[in-house]
Each structure stands twice: as C-alpha cells, then as structure tokens.
C-alpha cells in the first residue's frame, strides 16, 4: 500500500507562485508513475502534470509553460511547482501513484486559492 500526503497549497495573489509537495511512503515509489490532478468546485477532477519512472512528463494544455512537475526518488517525493498562477487555478490539488501491478493511490489533496 502507498500512503501519500501533499503539502504546499494555500492562497496566493494572481501572478505568485507556490510549490506543492507529496511525500510517499514505501519501497515502491521509483516503480509508480505521479501525477497531480486537481478538482475545482463543480467540475471534475483534471489531470494537471504527470511524470513516469523514466521522467517521461506530460502536461495539460492549462499549465502548459507555467507548471513544473519533479520527482525525488531519493526522497520518495513528486513536486508541482506553479508560476504565474491564474483565479481558474483555485481548486484541491491530489497526488496520486500509479502502478500497472498496485493499483492507483491518492493523496487527501490541499487547497490552492488564487485571489487578490
């Protein structure tokens, strides 16, 4: 099982910039494909940035230039950071692990608010 706990949201005026964090726990960290996904009041959950075990990276189109997605495997932690952020950027931020063989893991999420 992968515990995964994020960390780094909060409120931010447009334009500035936050870095989340999400610390697995476990041996099996550098086996998952991380991915960050965030959900806005009343819409669906979106896949925002995801990073495969060779560092393989795709974006969607939203964040594209203005989000960066890293991974640590020495510290078994997947990092977003987030530059010149926008209002339509305000929602819960997951992280989540996938493995062909474990399963899908999420995280409890943490807020971003982009307000001034």
């Known amino acids: 099982q992968v515990q995964l706990v994020e960390s780094g949201g909060g409120l931010v005026q447009p334009g500035g910039s936050l870095r989340l964090s999400c610390a697995a726990s476990?041996?099996?960290?550098?086996?998952?494909?991380m991915g960050w996904y965030r959900q806005a009041p009343g819409k669906q959950r979106e896949l925002v940035a995801a990073?495969?075990?060779?560092?393989?990276?795709s974006y969607a189109d939203s964040v594209k230039g203005r989000f960066t997605i890293t991974r640590d495997n020495a510290k078994n932690t997947v990092y977003l950071q987030m530059n010149s952020l926008k209002p339509e950027d305000t929602a819960i931020y997951y992280c989540?692990?996938?493995?062909?063989?474990?399963?899908?893991?999420w995280g409890q999420g943490t807020q971003v608010t982009v307000s001034s």
């Open positions: 990073i495969t075990p060779g560092s393989s990276i």
């Open positions: 989540n692990a996938y493995n062909t063989v474990i399963g899908r893991y």
């Open positions: 476990g041996s099996i960290f550098s086996i998952c494909a």
